[in-house]
């Protein structure tokens, strides 16, 4: 079985979908190389007018790294190869010159919350569960997550989400400004493109150079600092406390 799915439809909406049900669509390797491909086609394809990125199934958007490939990465330099290939590619997602939508279809957690967050906006299924979860397996965001996630938010809701690694219900969510919309799971497709409509009415010149304006902000001073939170997650990574916490985690699955 194919782990993600691409497809372009009539109205320009590029959708990605990670197809690992199974593994919570957890992002291993291949993942990886199917959301870099995507986005550099996305961003040179003028037929192309927005990216949706979204989970298979209704149970998980996605969990994050898949601890069980990620694991056999025990130090620092093991970690920071795999955690600054994914926050490159997020980077790539979050300057990408077209709208993107988070349609979060479900389990939203740890690396998946930081794929959320590159995106322009997110639409959540009522029944997900979201949260920056990272502290409770003893590392931080580790693919530039926070970084973004400060951009984005009021400070003080995003510090709470990081530094509390509490799981947040979509309606508490969008409340503090994460989620743009909730709506019940079996909308959620039909949502996503009423949600686009508007955008998807004006040129892809248009989009592309008022997503140009933001992507301004995020220079090379956005970017060192991101990869700074990537090596200070590669730092944690290595100790012995994270390394016990997966065990922990991956023995009670």
């Known amino acids: 079985m194919e782990k993600y799915a691409v497809r372009m439809d009539a109205s320009g909406i590029v959708w990605f979908t990670i197809n690992r049900p199974d593994k919570r669509n957890a992002i291993d390797y291949d993942v990886m190389d199917g959301l870099e491909k995507t986005i550099e086609e996305v961003s040179i394809n003028n037929n192309a007018k927005a990216l949706v990125i979204t989970g298979s199934g209704d149970q998980a958007f996605c969990a994050g790294g898949d601890l069980g490939v990620f694991h056999d990465l ?23 010159p077209k709208p993107t939508i988070a349609l979060i279809n479900g389990t939203c957690i740890g690396g998946g919350a930081e794929l959320a967050t590159a995106c322009d906006f997110r639409i959540s299924s009522s029944t997900s569960k979201i949260g920056f979860v990272q502290g409770k397996l003893g590392i931080t965001t580790g693919w530039g997550g926070a970084t973004m996630l400060l951009e984005k938010m009021k400070y003080d809701h995003a510090m709470e989400m990081l530094m509390t690694a509490t799981i947040l219900t979509p309606e508490k969510a969008k409340q503090i400004g994460y989620v743009h919309k909730v709506v019940e799971p079996e909308k959620l497709f039909e949502e996503c493109n009423s949600y686009l409509v508007p955008y998807l009415s004006l040129s892809t010149q248009v989009l592309s150079a008022y997503k140009m304006v933001a992507v ?9 600092r991101m990869f700074s939170e990537i090596e200070r997650c590669s730092y944690l990574w290595e100790l012995d406390e994270h390394h016990h916490a997966v065990d922990a985690f991956l023995q009670g699955k």
Do not use: N
């Open 74 to 96: 025990r130090s620092k330099f093991q970690a920071y190869d795999m955690l600054s290939r994914m926050g490159a590619i997020l980077y790539s997602l979050l300057c990408l």
């Open 216 to 224: 301004r902000k995020w220079d090379v001073t956005f970017k060192e």
